[in-house]
């Protein structure tokens, strides 16, 4: 399935959760960490007021609660307008 975001909005697929600490013990599912980054998978054309300044295969970082989720195929993706993006790195 191809999904094409309208206007500013953006679609990203978030970095994995954190599966061990940095000592090495395991964190279960329900202590897991919403993941905060993600590539940008899907970019709309923006509006006559907003030019988009990401670009599919940017890595960004967001919000905790930003972006509404949706599964396409199996697998978890985000939709959020680019105004939530809070950095490209």
């Known amino acids: 399935m191809h999904v094409k975001p309208l206007s500013d909005r953006v679609l990203i697929l978030p970095n994995p959760a954190e599966e061990k600490t940095a000592g090495g013990l395991y964190i279960?599912?329900?202590?897991?960490?919403?993941?905060?980054?993600?590539?940008?998978?899907?970019?709309?054309?923006?509006?006559?007021?907003?030019?988009?300044e990401v670009k599919e295969g940017d890595t960004v970082l967001y919000g905790k609660y930003s972006g509404q989720e949706l599964t396409i195929d199996g697998v978890e993706y985000l939709i959020m307008r680019q105004a939530d993006i809070l950095a490209i790195i």
């Open 28 to 52: 279960p599912d329900t202590a897991k960490e919403k993941p905060l980054a993600g590539k940008v998978v899907a970019v709309g054309p923006g509006t006559k007021d907003i030019t988009m």
